[in-house]
């Protein structure tokens, strides 16, 4: 009970805190940019009120929810992972004679921590590396997956993408130790407004953008796109940093990741900008109860229509199978994204649900 009652406090903090500061990159031509923040490209800040954080954690707690997994993992031991080849991942990528990569290619390492291999870049995706997502050593969601790969065992990483703020997808331990690699400060492109969180952290090597820009290293276009969320890392920074995608455009393939969202008119947009995606990671998890998550997460059945709007050759599902962070067991996606993809008559070849630590081609 009293595990639950200080749940219950955290996602006040982080659910119903206002947003009551300055925003320094306001552009009134912008739909989306506030005075005091950033809201959805439909106008919704996603604030939600606090009699719905105490209505979901009380019918949380009643149902004793969630339920371990059971019906593919066979409990949180069964989890399936592999271990990926370290060398290859080490010498896949070279920047001399011609920035190449032999294969390019993704590694899922768990919720939605990735490492991109693309033209000779190693690419890093909301990396966590932690054993929390919280701001606490000692409390908050906790990892029921280790990562298949630790920090320490990846080649240098060129470059660092960042979705958006919240605890899951940007770690301080981890961008802290990346700053600090052996090779030197990676290049870190973060969504408008997070940039100043970087520098507070001695981290300056950093490039903000806004929706719809794009940022370009060695010969790879870096494009940010919208999502449908909200962001915030304590009760007084409610969304005053931007959220959304990214789109990584290289002569050896086009790789989408859209973040957290809920679904939106964005999809229809992006896919209209970026016809020719070959990989896209869509996330699956983190969707129960509807009622409360709807806004700010995609459910399976609306993950296979984000596929379908923006009709990439292939894709999988992200954030999932790692920290429990709704009312669903870690392995229900699996069974609910199966179900949707037969519903909607996609081929499962065409998305698929990866075990921690698999390699995926970008082609």
Not at 172 to 181: C, E, G, I, M
Not at 295 to 313: G, K, S, Y
Request: hydrophobic share 40%; net charge neutral; with cysteine.
């Amino acid at each position: 009970m009293k595990k639950h009652l200080m749940s219950t406090l955290s996602l006040m903090l982080l659910l119903v805190g206002g947003c009551s500061q300055k925003n320094p990159h306001y552009d009134p031509k912008k739909p989306h940019h506030r005075p005091n923040g950033f809201v959805n490209s439909n106008g919704d800040p996603n604030n939600k009120p606090l009699r719905d954080v105490l209505r979901w954690s009380w019918q949380r707690w009643r149902a004793g929810l969630p339920h371990a997994p059971t019906q593919r993992f066979q409990g949180y031991a069964g989890i399936p992972m592999r271990m990926p080849d370290l060398e290859q991942l080490q010498h896949n990528c070279q920047s001399n004679p011609q920035p190449y990569c032999q294969t390019a290619q993704v590694l899922w390492m768990g919720h939605t921590s990735m490492l991109l291999q693309s033209q000779g870049l190693n690419v890093l995706i909301d990396p966590h590396f932690s054993k929390r997502a919280s701001p606490l050593s000692w409390f908050g969601p906790k990892r029921k997956a280790e990562s298949p790969v630790q920090l320490a065992q990846l080649p240098s990483i060129d470059v660092v993408l960042i979705s958006h703020n919240h605890y899951d997808h940007l770690d301080l331990a981890t961008v802290q130790a990346l700053a600090q690699q052996a090779s030197g400060e990676p290049l870190f492109l973060v969504p408008l407004g997070l940039e100043a969180w970087f520098r507070r952290q001695g981290i300056h090597n950093v490039q903000s953008l806004d929706w719809w820009e794009q940022h370009i290293y060695q010969g790879v276009t870096f494009n940010f796109v919208p999502a449908h969320h909200w962001s915030s890392r304590s009760p007084f920074d409610r969304n005053a940093s931007l959220w959304g995608g990214w789109v990584t455009q290289a002569e050896d393939g086009v790789f989408y990741y859209a973040g957290d969202t809920g679904w939106s008119a964005d999809f229809a947009a992006i896919g209209q900008r970026f016809s020719e995606i070959d990989l896209a990671a869509i996330p699956v998890g983190a969707y129960a109860p509807r009622w409360f998550m709807a806004a700010q997460h995609i459910n399976p059945t609306e993950a296979v229509q984000v596929f379908q709007a923006l009709q990439p050759r292939r894709a999988f599902g992200v954030h999932w199978g790692t920290f429990e962070l709704t009312d669903e067991a870690l392995d229900q996606p699996m069974i609910d994204l199966e179900l949707a993809l037969a519903q909607a008559g996609v081929d499962t070849s065409l998305f698929v649900m990866p075990e921690h630590g698999q390699v995926i081609p970008l082609r």
